[in-house]
């Protein structure tokens, strides 16, 4: 067979639009014959093609032995069905506590004791001296904080005025 018509297949193998018949006559062209050189790879690919063909085959004994070992799982313990009696078991465990959640009134809480604290301040000027210096603290430390706040209202009008000028 002439070089060309070998090319010619091989074009079509590769474009999976050969025949059986054409297939075959590749296999036995790269079986049989000695192969230039730059189809040396395609050469080995179908080589081993072939050689693969006898690991395909399976024996008679093969069903047997499926069939055998499928019957012998068979005759294993199934857990199935205790594990669906599990699950329909834990559904109405879980609806019986839901029903008992919103069916019975919640169970009395404990009342909480006031306790009102003792004055601790035997001079009334200096316990209002003393409030007075705590709660200027406090409004110093709120006016620290209102100053960020101004600076990021700064740059929120910044941010503004630049997405306006788009």
């Known amino acids: ?3 060309q018509t070998i090319d010619e297949l091989l074009e079509k193998y590769w474009n999976a639009e050969t025949t059986p018949e054409e297939e075959a006559t590749l296999r036995q062209y790269f079986s049989e014959h000695e192969v230039p050189r730059h189809l040396q790879g395609v050469a080995q690919l179908f080589r081993q093609y072939q050689a693969d063909q006898h690991f395909k085959k399976l024996d008679a004994a093969f069903d ?4 055998k070992e499928i019957s012998s799982r068979k ?3 199934d857990w199935q069905p205790f594990l669906r009696i599990a699950a329909v078991l834990t559904l109405f465990l879980m609806a019986a506590l839901l029903l008992k959640q919103s069916l ?3 169970p009395e809480t404990e009342q909480v004791k006031v306790v009102q604290a003792e004055d601790t301040y035997t001079d009334p000027r200096l316990a209002y001296e003393q409030t ?3 709660l200027l603290l406090v409004s110093s430390l709120m006016n620290e904080g209102t100053q960020h706040i101004e600076e990021l209202e700064k740059f929120s009008e910044a941010q503004e005025t630049i997405k306006s000028e788009k």
């Open 64 to 67: 047997d032995k499926v069939l």
């Open 75 to 77: 005759s294993r313990f």
């Open 104 to 106: 019975l009134p919640p």
């Open 132 to 134: 007075k210096q705590a």
């Open 1 to 3: 067979m002439d070089l």
